[in-house]
């Protein structure tokens, strides 16, 4: 089937275009390795949590589960309430998330099977101490209210690829590309996050760098998948009560900005082990590329 393709934005030489029947080679070659971001329009098709994923489901199931937002705990009865009766000037607090792995395995089904996009997967290979993952929430169903905006702008942490898949309403993204991080004034100790918190209101006296940025904003709505490559900059504002499913890969198109994180993370507290760390990353890499390129994933 040939691709359809829908221009979403255009800035200064940046364009997200929306993608239908994107065949997976076409999408490591542009999007994957070229790490170039895209909406994909069906590749939650066979989701069941396509239609599932409802405000009053989660309402109906979940009412009495706690959820933490900036240190408060609600019931995600009472949040999604809240959620549904937020304004663009009175907002739900934001983000709402919930682990699936860990605290909602039973849901697990209903985002299966694993996006194809997101193929092949390292972050579960026995391979891979999990402690590199440095506590990465690598599978999480978000919430918000119309106008919440994710706090900061961020690139996603590990340099792990994210797929963003919108199950309910509209939320607004909007992207910088990696080379513009000089631009970006990443936060010393957290180099992933931008002192620039509020991208539609900058403060260009303090940050004057971001002047020369080039975001680019568009909208997601059900149904859809935003692939954010490794090192994009990026934030999100909801428009409608919304439900998303925040999905991160790491493979080899990754691997290399991900062995650098790991470095970074290392480098102070344990300079030697960091160096005996990264020659198994390297090593590691090369064994799962050949066996990912012969078909076998472990
Ligand atoms: O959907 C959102 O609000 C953005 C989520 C995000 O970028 C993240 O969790 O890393
Ligand atoms: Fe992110």
């Known amino acids: 089937m040939t691709t359809q393709t829908v221009e979403l934005a255009r800035d200064k030489g940046i364009v997200v275009e929306k993608k239908y029947h994107l065949s997976y080679e076409a999408f490591k070659k542009e999007h994957l390795f070229g790490n170039y971001p895209v909406v994909i329009g069906d590749a939650c098709a066979d989701w069941s949590a396509k239609n599932k994923f409802t405000p009053a489901f989660f309402k109906e199931n979940y009412s009495d589960r706690e959820v933490s937002i900036a240190g408060q705990t609600y019931t995600l009865g009472e949040y999604i309430d809240w959620m549904m009766t937020g304004t663009e000037a009175n907002p739900a607090p934001y983000p709402c998330t919930l682990q699936m792995e860990s605290d909602y395995p039973e849901l697990m089904p209903d985002v299966l099977p694993r996006l194809k996009y997101a193929l092949p997967d390292r972050i579960k290979s026995p391979f891979l101490p999990n402690r590199l993952l440095s506590g990465a929430n690598t599978l999480e169903i978000f919430f918000g209210s119309p106008g919440a905006q994710f706090p900061y702008v961020h690139y996603d942490y590990m340099s792990l690829h994210a797929y963003i898949t919108q199950l309910y309403g509209q939320k607004e993204f909007t992207v910088i590309p990696p ?42 709505g059900p149904g859809e998948t935003l692939f954010i490559p490794c090192g994009w900059w990026h934030t999100a504002r909801s428009l409608t009560p919304t439900i998303s499913v925040a999905l991160d890969c790491l493979n080899a198109s990754n691997w290399k900005n991900f062995m650098h994180e790991v470095d970074m993370n290392m480098q102070e507290r344990k300079p030697k082990l960091a160096k005996a760390v990264q020659a198994y990353l390297s090593v590691l890499g090369g064994v799962l590329g050949t066996l990912e390129k012969a078909g076998v994933s472990v």
Do not use: C, G, H, M
């Open 179 to 220: 080379d513009q991080t000089p631009y970006l004034y990443p936060k010393p100790d957290n180099l992933w996050v931008s002192e620039v918190n509020d991208i539609r209101n900058p403060d260009l006296e303090k940050y004057p760098l971001f002047a020369k940025t080039t975001p680019v904003t568009f909208v997601v």
